[in-house]
């Protein structure tokens, strides 16, 4: 049996978990493992006829886009197997033919279902009809649509304030449901609208918006093929968006310089063996990265002021031939004030605090300042630290001092990590959309938005937890186990008077409910939608602003699916009844209409029915990206930053928060990950060896993780300790095992981000409750 996740009261750790180091780490990302997984898997769970037919049609232009991350597809000519390993994996998990039915929910209680790991949950296949608790009941039964539809309407027609209720989006969905979302609850009257980027990249949104004047990347996928250098910092693009590794071995192919920046030295960083190329798959694979940099935990601030000093220093050498200044000059601002705080910052500080030498400091400032085309990537590495938004800032402060941004071959990339998560932002899921936004809404649809902002992710657990929020509705995703402190996250969602998930499959934020709960199926990327007009298909928009159709030509799994659409359709008509100016269904039954009104409401989208029809998309509006900076200044902002504190006290450490690599997010598809040498368990931390040695911890040996925020200790039981290449004073384990540690009010200054990658710990051993000694 899978080892279960701590993370809902009851729910406690198996007394000895499993050793889980059982091999050897992968030296090279992919290969015929990659192949055998995906085949293995597709056959598994989907048949090798069903298994096929999906995933020939994943990130086609005529197909449908891969329900995993973000990573862009192809501009140009596409493969005929267009997809990763885990775009493979998150197919076959949403295509498998298994069904939880309403047998399946007569069979198992609740409380009895909550024992179960999240493995085994995924297995289990997926929903196939509405499902009601009623109060007090212990398990889900069948209702009809409509009676669902009605109960919602009542419950939300029975608060006090629109402002009760909370409407929670992940980024699986679609242009069109989101922008319907968006609207029922502004019709409704509130923005209370949390969403999973106010988990992911809301820093990086706050920081590049405030400094160059847009939210999003600055570059094209091809771009890669043109960089002199790619920086990848605070990101594991091998397990969290592993096409981008197609590119980086390109870029590498091409002599392109790639540095990356990690507390862990992963796999996929460090060599790729193609799948796409039968040959390389014998051999050693393409080196990815030239130079690693071991940076601490939170220490990017750090070691990005190391490399800008250098660069500083080099140019003032060469007489001022090495920094763009004539960019500087004409296009920017603060660059003096930023030069004055480089100055005054001391070595030993910014090498002690990064946790990286001066040499390598060096080398990465050579790499930087021989580059005439740089690109920077990130993802949550960067952003979910107290710091998250100064940490953006400082990647910017290091890309503007060459004038990296606007430039073929050179940009700012965050990598978002869910589908269609920004393009949800774009058309209208955030808690305080802009006054333009609201305006254009409002003129479209003939009403008047609520102007105070609404709740993001963290004030919706706090409002819940408060009896201020009284009815959830989440638009997929898992909710309890993608937020932080998933013990006060499930005693909030517990406190609402209804619950309400619109899923494809069982997870365990379905079983921590409200008095009343609802569990609505949907249909899935992969599966076919038929409405009064036809066949329809749906829009996302990938990580660098392409926004492209997406088509499923798989039956659907059960003719008692409904689409995302269709299902926010069905519950804004019942509940805003007469009081909207929307209608609704003519929406539905032909999504050309949906997307009629985005062009009316959103910049960018002329035209959008015509050229999203035109293969592989079109390209939204960047005026960064063109070289042209919307700040109010016109100019893109070099800024200051302190470099974080560090205050761990003796024997504390500071944890960060990863993915295994057979698992998406809160989706967990196995218990191995090849590429750290964990094999058949999810509970370990990765310690440094002499951190080990000092504090008395042997290999294996069983460790409780106990969080420290502002006097409050928080517990996650039984972790195996694993010996692993990570700075001194560091630790890493997985989550959402983890979340549990997470202080739900540690937060990023700004963006209000959970600061899920630094997390003050102590280590105790399970028996005694003691601690286990002193780490560096
Ligand atoms: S890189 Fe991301 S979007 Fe592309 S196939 Fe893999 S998981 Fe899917």
């Known amino acids: 049996m899978a080892d279960r996740s701590t993370g809902v009261p009851g729910d406690e750790p198996p007394p000895e978990p499993r050793p889980a180091q059982a091999g050897e780490r992968e030296r090279a ?206 990101q594991n ?193 955030w808690e305080k959309m802009s006054d333009a936004f609201l305006d254009a809404l409002g003129k479209e649809f003939a009403f008047q938005p609520p102007r105070r902002h609404g709740h993001d992710t963290v004030r919706t657990i706090q409002a819940m937890r408060q009896g201020q929020v009284k009815v959830f509705v989440g638009l997929g995703g898992n909710f309890l186990s993608a937020s932080p402190d998933t013990h006060v996250t499930s005693e909030a969602m517990a406190r609402c008077r209804l619950t309400v998930q619109i899923a494809t499959k069982l997870n365990r934020g379905h079983l921590i409910t409200g008095e009343q709960a609802l569990l609505l199926p949907c249909l899935g990327r992969t599966e076919i939608d038929r409405q009064a007009s036809g066949e329809q298909f749906v829009t996302v928009e990938d990580t660098t602003g392409v926004v492209h159709a997406s088509r499923g030509s798989l039956e659907p799994v059960s003719d008692q699916l409904r689409s995302e659409p269709a299902i926010v359709a069905g519950i804004a008509a019942v509940a805003l009844g007469k009081r909207s100016t929307v209608a609704w269904q003519a929406l539905i039954d032909d999504y050309d209409r949906i997307r009629e009104h985005i062009e009316h409401v959103v910049p960018g989208f002329v035209q959008y029915n015509r050229r999203v029809r035109e293969p592989g998309g079109f390209y939204l509006p960047n005026p960064a990206r063109e070289g042209a900076f919307t700040t109010p200044s016109k100019r893109a902002r070099f800024t200051v930053h302190p470099i974080p504190e560090r205050s761990l006290k003796p024997g504390q450490l500071l944890l960060t928060t990863l993915r295994s690599h057979d698992q998406f997010n809160t989706t967990i598809y196995g218990e191995d990950d090849r590429y750290r040498g964990i094999y058949g368990g999810r509970r370990v931390i990765f310690l440094n060896a002499q951190d080990m040695e000092a504090m008395g911890i042997a290999q294996d040996q069983p460790v409780d993780l106990v969080s420290h925020f502002q006097g409050e200790r928080r517990r996650a039981a039984r972790f195996r300790a694993v010996p692993y290449a990570i700075p001194r004073g560091c630790a890493a384990a997985y989550y959402p095992e983890t979340n549990v540690l997470v202080p739900v009010t540690a937060v990023a200054a700004g963006s209000n981000q959970p600061v899920s990658k630094s997390i003050v710990i102590t280590l105790e051993t399970p028996e005694t409750g003691g601690d286990t000694g002193r780490a560096a």
């Open 29 to 234: 990302a992919a290969g015929l493992t990659s192949i055998w997984e995906t085949v293995h898997r597709g056959a598994r769970d989907m048949g090798i006829k069903r298994g096929l037919r999906a995933l020939l049609a994943v990130n086609q232009k005529d197909g449908y886009d891969c329900p995993s991350c973000a990573w862009p597809d192809p501009d140009g000519e596409r493969k005929t197997a267009e997809f990763c390993e885990n775009g493979a994996k998150a197919v076959a998990s949403e295509a498998m033919t298994t069904r939880a039915d309403p047998d399946f929910f007569a069979r198992h209680a609740i409380a009895d279902l909550l024992r179960e790991s999240d493995l085994w949950m995924d297995r289990q296949g997926r929903l196939t009809h509405p499902m009601l608790r009623h109060r007090g009941a212990t398990h889900y039964q069948p209702i009809a649509w409509e009676d669902a539809f009605a109960l919602i309407g009542r419950e939300l027609n029975g608060l006090a304030s629109a402002d009760e209720a909370a409407f929670y989006t992940s980024g699986r969905a679609s242009n069109e449901a989101a922008f319907l979302y968006g609207l029922f609850a502004r019709q409704f009257g509130t923005n209370n609208l949390p969403d999973c980027s106010n988990m992911c990249h809301e820093s990086s949104g706050l920081g590049l918006n405030e400094t160059i004047g847009i939210g999003k990347a600055t570059v094209k996928i091809e771009d890669f093929s043109y960089a002199d250098s790619i920086f990848v910092i605070g």
């Open 237 to 429: 693009p091998g397990t969290c968006h592993p096409r981008m590794l197609t590119e980086l071995q390109k870029a590498a192919r091409n002599g392109c310089k790639i540095v990356s920046v990690n507390p862990l030295p992963e796999t996929g960083m460090i060599r790729f063996k193609n799948p796409q190329e039968p040959l390389s798959l014998l051999g050693p694979g393409t080196e990815i990265a030239c130079l690693f940099l071991p940076v601490r935990v939170n220490g990017d601030v750090a070691l990005l002021k190391g490399i800008m000093k250098e660069m500083l220093a080099a140019d003032r050498a060469s007489g001022g031939g090495l920094l763009a200044h004539d960019f500087i000059a004409h296009q920017t601002e603060g660059f003096e004030a930023m030069v004055a705080d480089l100055d005054a910052e001391s070595w030993d500080r910014i090498v002690a605090d990064s946790g990286v030498s001066r040499e390598l400091i060096r080398q990465a400032a050579g790499i930087a300042l021989g580059s005439e085309r740089m690109i920077c990537t990130w993802a949550m590495g960067i952003t979910q630290h107290r710091n998250g938004v100064a940490n953006v800032q400082s990647i910017v402060n290091f890309a503007l001092m060459r004038g990296q941004i606007g430039r073929r071959g050179a940009g700012l990339c965050p990598v978002r990590g869910h589908s269609n998560v920004q393009g949800d932002r774009t058309v209208g899921i």
